[in-house]
């Protein structure tokens, strides 16, 4: 599997290492010229050397470049490279919403490997290999979410409605914010209806939190393709309407799968 063209790849690593090389030089002549004011009685040079970071889950919010090290500058570098790669790799389309989320936090806390080839293919192929499982997780997962205080919504199957809470949030008392793990749901919902109908699975980048943002945009909180109907609510409700029975029936085939005694043949 080539997800990443080689030649990019290498480019990549190149690089990486030529800017930890100068980060290291750079790091060593800032502390020399600390050290040299210091002796000269020209002030602390480290108070000047202050950063603002984002990176506030693994490094101060505000860090003396002198104190944080090389290690954490070439995180913050590698936190950057992870991101880059699992979106133009396009292997971001096969991860379900619960793999989505796990990424993402690593990242915000900084727990990434050193960015290299081996761990770059080692963590892709992972994934790739696990794409059939995190497919039906993601059914699963979307099921056990939903809400039976909304008759719609049927506690041992899916039907050919299902009603969705706190796909949204209200800004400022007016305009609407689509809830990020909202549209994961919907994609995971894409991903196994594309698989089922040997379609090519939707990449990531024009996936469904793009889409219905630019329906919400336009002022229409209506949105439909082949599979589903979307419908959304101030109150934060959307209601997703199946169009095809065949799915449906093959959505209940991965509950039953998944839970052959709560799912009797009977009930579907």
């Known amino acids: 599997m080539n997800l990443i063209p080689s030649a990019s790849l290498e480019k990549m690593l190149l690089q990486r290492s030529a800017v930890i090389e100068r980060l290291t030089e750079a790091h060593r002549l800032l502390c020399e010229a600390a050290e040299l004011a210091g002796e000269a009685h020209l002030g602390d040079l480290s108070d000047l050397l202050v950063l603002e970071s984002k990176y506030s ?7 003396r470049l002198l104190e ?25 389309s096969f991860m379900d919403s619960s793999a ?16 290299d080839r081996n761990a770059i293919e080692s963590t892709f192929n992972s994934l790739y290999a696990q794409r059939q499982e995190m497919l039906e997780r993601g059914v699963i997962q979307l099921f056990k979410n939903l809400s039976w205080d909304h008759k ?16 949204s949030s209200t800004m400022c008392g007016k305009s609407l914010y689509i809830r990020s793990e909202a549209t994961n749901k919907l994609d995971d ?14 990449d990531h980048r024009h996936a469904m939190s793009y889409l219905i943002g630019n329906q919400e945009r336009s002022g229409q909180r209506f949105f439909q393709n082949d599979f589903f109907s979307v419908r959304w609510f ?30 009797p043949n009977a009930c579907l």
Request: net charge positive; hydrophobic share 40%.
């Open 234 to 263: 101030k109150k934060g409700t959307a209601h997703i309407v199946f169009l095809q029975k065949n799915l449906i029936d093959k959505l209940n085939d991965i509950l039953s799968k998944h839970y052959p005694f709560a799912l």
């Open 152 to 167: 719609t919504n049927q506690p041992f199957k899916f039907g050919n409605k299902i009603i969705i809470n706190y796909f």
């Open 100 to 115: 989505r989320e796990q990424w993402e936090d690593q990242l915000r806390k900084g727990v990434v490997v050193p960015l």
């Open 189 to 202: 919902l894409m991903r196994v209806f594309c698989k089922l109908c040997n379609r090519p699975e939707p």
């Open 68 to 92: 944080c090290g090389v290690e954490s500058l070439i995180r913050v570098l590698d936190i950057n490279g992870w991101r880059y790669l699992m979106n133009e790799s396009g292997i971001r």
């Open 57 to 63: 889950n693994h490094m101060p919010s505000q860090h």
